[in-house]
């Protein structure tokens, strides 16, 4: 958005979910959108700017969708209190432009009709009116505009039709309007008030209507395997494993080349500066730091792709369908699926997914075990220990026994979040089984343009993130494991500098034992000692807890193994398969999957749900369930070896 | 139960396929019930059951004012509806869709 726009009027784009309306907010604003997050709360913000023809500009909000300004989930709020100007620093619209989709106004008359009756001036969009046409609709547009006493335009959003005629009218609407804005004065409709406004609905729609649009065609077919008992399940397996292929296969391109790209900078950048602290910040600290978390961009972008357009065709929520069933069997929502299936990239896209789930306490208890799904954070430090502990031996045909244990350990972390919302919604987070009512919409060609635009918030946002909250941790990382430094006398990182060269310098201590990761790693060993840890995996868990994945790199540290990403996984997996015993390995893993190692997750918790005290009850019961399921693990793995 | 015989029954137990008309809207709570009308499904609507989910057939998909809800079979016995016609799940698909605009139209 150009900083002209800045102060000029405010218009705002209302309408029920999938009616077009952002389709509509792409075509009228083009890529001058600014996308940021409402004042104490993670519900996205879409402005963008409009030039009109005689040069003056419009600001344009795109509210979330809704289906009544009696809001029911955190989105629908933000709708209706920017309506009634309840939003701190948000400017009253001089206008709204209610966005109706053609094809099915019987429905979506019933927000104009509450809309209209807060006063401001209001302009109704007619979108999707060729699939209307198409349909067989005969609408008389003026006697809906007479009826109505709102200008009714036709539009075509994702073609650009109508787009000028709306504006005029929309232009011509604040002129007509004498009076100032004001505060709608807005009560919360009771059930006579909702079924009068439909009465009226049908009457006007008595009046104007000529023929009446079919049914979708194509949605009736598709649900007919879609949604078939036993096909829509057969569909539903065959789309997440295409996904799932998609994250981890075809990832792995740029992820590399993500990878190879921190590494040369690190080392450019390291060639400038002399060996000392801002060297070691700046390239051990701060690009080794943002690089891990950079590298699962490309999976994330992956995973938001499969979603964006999954969510635009109208298929998600025929998934939500499907899963309702095992998702309600332990107490969550059927929608809770969404978040779940996000949180195998990460759980940080997956908790703020759970925004679509109404109630608070089913939203919650989502929360609460998204982070349990194996996250792709994991997968480096399950290689590492599968590779290493795990003998590759054929079981039958194809299926290996790395691979099989690394599909336990997925089926652990799938059925994990599960059993504990059961458990949460039996005891914590009790209550009666959240209700289930959700449009399925009808199924549309998602918009390439739409997908895009999408795609290039989610990676801005990340990269945001990235560039704050993970940078700073990432120093802190690097002062814990670098301060103290080691006495002069040890060798220090420099004399196994060589690229390309794994070293290992048995006799001396890493440096990293005398630094405050090492205290804490000492430290803490003999509350590891039963999960089979020394201090030197408990030195490994401080990075660790930054991010997962940083655990590979830091036992590369702890066991002085230095050199380039290829030859630190082997010379590591080969020095930890000779120092640890199976049970630890197995312990490691299973702690994996349940320790809460992701501080940036524990920030979004505390986000999104207001207070500290979830975040640390997050923290508390997964290290609970970590410490449990290890302890056990690794006392039952070592009795059997014995 | 013998709803064959007095036509009138939940939406919960309205048969794959068979389309009725909503006599009454009353959920568990009072904010439920205006969640449902604002999703259209209010009295003098046509409803149609048209898709049940695997395991157990619960939830079920209706169709209603043009669209298609989700909801479960649970939440849908706090709407009573009057069945208009015995079909089977396949015969009169198009046919219960125009008599549903021009029911709730009129």
């Known amino acids: 958005m150009t900083t002209s726009a800045w102060g000029s009027p405010l218009i705002a784009l209302a309408g029920l979910p999938n009616c077009g309306k952002t389709s509509l907010f792409n075509a009228l604003t083009g890529s001058r959108q600014k996308v940021a997050n409402y004042p104490g709360v993670t519900v996205e913000r879409k402005e963008g700017a409009i030039a009109l023809p005689e040069g003056r500009t419009l600001r344009v909000l795109d509210l979330p969708g809704t289906y009544s300004l009696d809001a029911r989930t955190p989105d629908e709020a933000i709708t209706r209190d920017v309506l009634l100007g309840r939003v701190r620093g948000e400017s009253l619209p001089v206008a709204l432009i209610a966005v109706v989709d053609a094809t099915n106004l019987e429905r979506n008359l019933g927000l104009v009709m509450e809309l209209r009756e807060l006063g401001v001036p209001l302009v109704l969009a007619l979108n999707m009116m060729d699939l209307a046409h198409r349909r067989g609709l005969e609408l008389d547009l003026q006697a809906l505009s007479q009826e109505l006493h709102v200008p009714v335009i036709p539009t075509v959003a994702v073609k650009g039709r109508g787009l000028p005629e709306l504006l005029s009218a929309v232009e011509s609407a604040i002129q007509a309007n004498a009076c100032p804005v004001a505060v709608p004065d807005w009560k919360k409709p009771d059930a006579e008030r909702i079924r009068a406004r439909f009465q009226e609905v049908d009457r006007i729609l008595k009046v104007c209507t000529k023929k009446s649009s079919a049914p979708a065609y194509w949605t009736e077919r598709l649900d007919r395997v879609f949604l078939h008992p036993v096909l829509g399940f057969i569909v539903l397996g065959a789309v997440l494993a295409l996904m799932f292929q998609a994250i981890f296969s075809w990832a792995s391109v740029p992820q590399d080349a993500i990878e190879g790209a921190v590494a040369a900078l690190g080392r450019w950048v390291g060639g400038f500066l002399a060996e000392g602290p801002l060297r070691s910040l700046l390239v051990d600290g701060v690009i080794a730091g943002v690089g891990s978390v950079l590298v699962f961009l490309p999976q994330i972008l992956i995973l938001y792709a499969f979603i964006l357009i999954l969510e635009d065709s109208g298929y998600l929520a025929r998934a939500a369908f499907i899963m309702d069933r095992v998702m309600g069997g332990v107490g969550l929502h059927g929608r809770a699926f969404i978040p779940l299936l996000s949180s195998y990239a990460c759980a940080i896209p997956g908790i703020l997914s759970t925004r679509t789930i109404a109630n608070p306490r089913d939203r919650l208890a989502t929360i609460l075990v998204a982070p349990l799904t194996t996250c792709s954070a994991r997968l480096p430090v399950y290689t590492l220990l599968v590779g290493a502990f795990v003998p590759n031996i054929t079981l039958w045909g194809p299926f290996r026994l790395q691979g099989a244990v690394l599909f336990g350990l997925y089926l652990l972390g799938t059925l994990a979040p599960l059993l504990v919302a059961w458990v949460l919604r039996k005891t914590l987070l009790r209550g009666p089984k959240p209700p289930l009512l959700m449009e399925l919409p009808t199924y549309k060609r998602p918009s390439v343009r739409g997908v895009l635009l999408g795609l290039w918030e989610r990676s801005r946002l990340f990269m945001r993130r990235a560039g704050t909250v993970i940078l700073s941790l990432s120093v802190l990382v690097w002062f814990l494991s670098s301060y103290p430094q080691a006495p002069a006398t040890v060798s220090g990182r420099a004399e196994v500098e060589e690229v390309g060269s794994a070293r290992v310098s048995e006799a001396q201590l890493p440096a990293i034992h005398y630094s405050y990761a090492g205290k804490i790693g000492h430290a803490i060993e003999p509350f590891l000692r039963p999960l089979g840890f020394d201090w030197r995996v408990g030195i490994a868990l401080i990075p660790g807890f930054a991010a997962r994945e940083v655990m590979v790199s830091a036992l590369g540290t702890v066991y002085a193994v230095e050199g380039d990403e290829e030859n630190l996984q082997q010379e590591l997996g080969a020095r930890l398969a000779s120092s640890w015993t199976l049970a630890t390995a197995l312990s490691l893993m299973v702690w994996y999957i349940f320790a809460p190692q992701c501080l940036s997750t524990l920030a979004v918790v505390r986000r999104e749900t207001n207070t500290w005290r979830w975040a640390f009850f997050l923290l508390g019961y997964m290290t609970a369930l970590a410490y449990l399921a290890s302890f056990f693990t690794y006392q039952w793995v070592s009795w059997l070896g014995r | ?106």
């Open chain 2, 1 to 106: 139960m013998n709803s064959e015989l007095k036509k009138t029954l939940k939406l919960g137990e309205l048969p794959r396929g068979a389309r009725a008309k909503i006599l009454s809207v009353r959920a568990v709570t009072e904010e439920m019930t205006r969640n449902f009308l604002e999703m259209g499904i209010l009295e003098g609507s046509l409803v149609r059951v048209v898709h049940q989910a695997p395991l157990g057939g619960d939830p079920i998909a209706v169709e209603v004012r043009g669209a298609l809800i989700a909801l479960r079979r649970q939440e849908a016995s706090g709407i009573d509806v009057e069945i208009l016609h015995e079909s089977s799940p396949h015969s009169r698909e198009h046919s219960s869709q125009q008599a549903s605009h021009e029911v709730s139209l009129s």
